[in-house]
């Protein structure tokens, strides 16, 4: 298996993207449409994870009044394991830092409790209280 992750950029890609975010957040769990796609998707960078030209994961990143968010990191069901979610956090850290409007800024994230063993593997820390986000838990955490 081959993982390659791409920057989107043309709405053939985008769609293929919200696909696999509608298959893993509003199907799997439950989390209302008007919940997962919201103002921030014309303003955010989206990454597409691929298995040669199979989509697989995707996640999106976008500058914050508080820093660089990222966000919606997915990864369909028979591709879990498998390193992707890794391969996502790489390529998307490293497309926030070669963004020309990139300035050492934060990065952080709202990580769903089972999550936080990957995002720490990249230097992600826990920061504050477990909160509820669309009836998951949540625990911001912030890349040291």
């Known amino acids: 298996m081959a993982i390659r992750v791409i920057t989107i950029d043309n709405n053939e890609d985008l769609a293929k993207a919200f696909k696999i975010r509608e298959e893993v ?3 799997e769990q439950e989390i209302p449409r008007a919940e997962e796609f919201d103002e921030f998707e014309d303003e955010s960078i989206h990454l597409l994870a691929l298995d040669g030209a ?6 999106r990143w976008r500058f914050t009044e508080n820093g660089v968010k990222l966000e919606r990191f997915a990864v ?4 879990r394991g498998q390193q992707i979610g890794s391969a996502l956090v790489s390529a998307c850290i490293i497309s926030i830092i070669e963004h020309p409007d990139y300035k050492d800024q934060k990065m952080y994230l709202n990580a769903q409790l089972s999550a936080m063993p990957l995002y720490k593997k990249f230097g992600f820390e826990p920061e504050g209280e477990v909160f509820m986000e669309c009836d998951i838990e949540h625990m ?3 890349k040291k």
């Open 54 to 59: 199979t989509p697989c994961g995707v996640c």
């Open 25 to 27: 957040y509003i199907v």
């Open 76 to 79: 369909l069901q028979s591709y």
């Open 140 to 142: 911001k955490m912030v």
